[in-house]
């Protein structure tokens, strides 16, 4: 029983049922509310003004009145003035959006506690909680102590966290609170929160789960935009900081080869939710395994940005070269395995459609494509870097032909790595999972309207699947996978995110960041035709500031007045009260841009403001 009449209850008792003994008529206990009633005529307003003070602080002279409203301008104002300083000169609308988009990562700053020893053995005053907890995969993270304010993904819904996308929240934090992302950037990477093999939690009902190990990027990333902005050589103590939580997870990631000897790297489903034909967390029930593309791809992505971070820090410190000589051994044998069969037999490339397939590798040895074109199969893009003359002149093991020379000789022929790897163009050196060839071929699907390329940005699934669905059948498991540009069509992953078809934010920064990386090291020697068998050929440059534009105009209003994202609701695209309100959706329907999914303030959608920041720098691409 209660020790007291009066519980938490008791101000929905006293609200919503009337029972006025369910209140405390003393007016004192742990919990208090404030209740304003009035009746609002049609038409009419209501304003409820309240200010805080100290206990035992005088009550202002006039703490309602025109100073109350001033002070809201003033700070208002503030606000204003400092967006124009973050970035002068922008449009009204664009202005909106932008300061939408960053206004919503603040207010997404929400506490969250969780103690994950107290929820296993229970309070010492309460009942003692099931035995079972003790089984589960949570029960491995007891060490886990969350008592921090985080940038979560969506603050309508109840606190959370989400490792994957805190780290676009931190990218896009930096823009106007780089002292943020950088906190926020590491917090999950903090001792109370990593596992002890250094694994870093995913979110909350499921914390093993591995996501895209983009930490890394995210760190580089924070890094160079604040010392952009501030003119400046940069934060080195952040980055060596950084660094060395990052080593410590970048172990536990490179003991993830997968099951099957392959030296390839599993995932699971690695952020994309319902991506596959198949549930890839799972082995088949025949026991065939799915080889997925796009784990090696995030690995060799992962070592491309510790290099870079190494690169940078060696700059002012030298021994940092011998950490460089680490990440560039690992990225070539990454490189060599996703590229060349082998003793494996067989290669997630497939040269008869030109792209990147997950591939089915049954007990019998014996392999076959799942030939369904996705963003994983575009995830090899992600692992690109260049370096200019002086720094290979400084650290010799960049050029890779010269420093991997051995690795050449004890090949009896010639390698994938002469042909591919240590090419030099415009005086950069570049590194890369794929080839000039390759890049071409993908980008012919990644630009084609009838594939990937919507109004609104790259769709994660390719249309083609809309009227030719694709079905496999393996044993006693058979599934199909069609094109759906909004909400899932299967219940994998719990149904409430879908990636056969719309677009994502996040997926595409990274593309487009990346398509700029091999456009720095290109320049208007490659071109592409965008869209394809349009007859418009651009550089990738170009291209990556035309997906840029799309993906703003999700938000932007077009030459009729409405936001793509708002669909055909008439109230949110006309009422004056309602038109200028931008939400920031999970994801958007992949032909018209709707937003689809978790609404108000999905935090990585925020990185739409990052695109705005460079479409202003670059009007003209």
Known sequence: PNSTPFQKDGFHR????????????????????????????????????????????????????????????????????????????????????????????????????????????????????PGGRNH??????????????????????????????????????????????????????????????????????????????????????????????ADANGDLPFLRAALRKLLLEYGWWANRNDRSGDNLFEGGFLGLDNIAVF????????????????????????????????????????????MCERFVYDFIQLAVTLNVPATRGYLNWDEEDGFYYDVIKRPDGSTDYLRTRSVSGLIPLLAVASYDVETVERLPVLDVLKSMAWFV??????TWLQANLGHWHNDRLLFTLVPKDRLRRICERLFD?????????IRALSKVYEANPYRYTEGSDSEVLSYSPADSPVAMFGGNSNWRGPVWMPINFLLIESLQKFAHF???????????????????????????????????????????????????????????????????????????????????????AKMINQLHRYPTG
């Open 522 to 608: 290109y320049g208007d020697s490659f071109k592409v035709e965008f869209p394809t068998r349009s007859g418009n050929w651009i550089s990738l440059w170009d291209a990556s500031l035309q997906l840029e534009k799309r993906l703003v105009g999700l938000f932007r209003r077009d030459a009729s007045g409405r936001r793509a994202f708002n669909g055909d609701v008439e109230l949110f695209q006309n009422d004056p009260h309602w038109r200028d309100l931008i939400l920031f959706n999970e994801y958007f329907h992949g032909d018209n841009g709707r937003g689809v999914g978790a609404s108000h303030q999905t935090g990585w959608t925020a990185v739409v």
């Open 449 to 457: 309207e009838d594939e990937f390329l919507s109004p609104y940005g």
């Open 279 to 322: 549930d890839r967390r799972f082995p088949l029930s025949d026991g065939s395994r799915i080889q997925q593309c796009d784990g090696t791809a995030w690995m060799a992505s992962l070592s491309l940005n510790l290099l870079n971070i190494a690169v940078e820090l060696s700059r002012e410190e030298p021994e940092y070269a011998d």
């Open 409 to 414: 000789h004890e090949r009896t022929s010639p």
């Open 136 to 229: 589960t995969e949570t029960a491995d993270w007891r060490r886990l102590h969350a008592h921090d304010i985080i940038a979560m993904p969506d603050a309508w819904e109840y606190p959370y966290f989400c490792q994957w996308d805190l780290m676009f929240h931190a990218v896009s934090f930096a823009i106007v609170d780089p002292a943020t992302a950088k906190q926020q950037s590491m917090l999950l990477r903090s001792p109370h929160y990593t596992a002890p093999n250094a694994q870093t939690p995913a979110y909350e009902w499921a914390l093993s789960d591995p996501n895209p190990p983009i930490g890394a990027w995210a760190v580089m990333r924070i890094f160079q935009i604040e010392r952009k902005q």
């Open 14 to 129: 006293f609200l919503i049922e009337g029972e006025q003994g369910a209140i405390n008529p003393a007016e004192e206990g742990t919990k208090a509310a404030a209740l304003f009633q009035s009746t609002v005529a049609p038409g009419d307003t209501w304003t409820v003004e309240l200010r805080l003070r100290a206990v035992g602080e005088p009550t202002a002279a006039e703490p309602f009145g025109p100073g109350f409203d001033a002070l809201f301008a003033a700070r208002d104002q503030e606000w204003q003035s400092y967006m124009e300083q973050c970035l002068p000169g922008l449009s009204q609308d664009d202005r909106l959006i932008h300061n939408s988009a960053l206004a919503g990562l603040l207010w997404c700053k929400k506490y969250y506690g969780w103690s994950v020893l107290r929820w296993l053995e229970g309070d010492p005053t309460q009942p003692a909680p």
